[in-house]
């Protein structure tokens, strides 16, 4: 009894240890990735944190008012070996991103890693022709 005891708890701890493990990578529980919007804005700021770097712009809605969007990106440390620099974007770049909405319905999205990148209508980060999820 004692043994089977102690084999129950240590598959308790294992489940909460990966559970958590799981948590963090919520990319399908948040965004719809059945949906790819694309959008036109201009960037407000471009944050190079961890765990992902964030892009913030200013898109038009169809009646012209604006609304302010967030961008999740890959870690800065996936970008950085792919070229990035935390000076890759500043405010006031006209950017056209694709990005996966959210489920909420709120004006956040994941970047579409297989569409590129514009600013000023000139492509600035290649699309990639795999979907790499967020670290």
């Known amino acids: 009894?004692?043994?089977?005891?102690?084999?129950?708890?240590?598959?308790?701890?294992?489940l909460m240890v990966?559970?958590?493990?799981?948590?963090?990578?919520?990319?399908?529980?948040?965004?719809?990735?059945?949906?790819?919007v694309t959008l036109t804005g201009t960037v407000t700021g471009f944050r190079w944190?961890?765990?992902?770097?964030?892009?913030y712009f200013d898109v038009k809605d169809e009646s012209g008012k604006v609304?302010?969007?967030?961008a999740e990106l890959n870690s800065p440390g996936?970008?950085?070996r792919e070229g990035w620099t935390r000076n890759?974007?500043?405010?006031g770049d006209v950017l056209t991103i694709t990005v996966n909405p959210s489920k909420a319905g709120t004006p956040v999205g994941n970047t579409v890693r297989s569409k590129p990148i514009l600013v000023g209508?000139?492509?600035?980060?290649?699309?990639?022709?795999?979907?790499t999820t967020v670290d």
């Open 67 to 70: 609304v302010p969007w967030a």
């Open 18 to 36: 990966c559970g958590t493990l799981f948590a963090h990578h919520g990319t399908g529980i948040s965004y719809d990735e059945t949906k790819e």
């Open 49 to 55: 944190n961890n765990p992902h770097a964030q892009l």
């Open 1 to 14: 009894m004692k043994g089977k005891l102690g084999v129950l708890a240590g598959v308790g701890v294992f």
């Open 121 to 131: 209508g000139k492509e600035v980060v290649a699309g990639r022709a795999e979907r």
């Open 88 to 91: 890759k974007f500043k405010a």
């Open 78 to 80: 996936v970008l950085s």
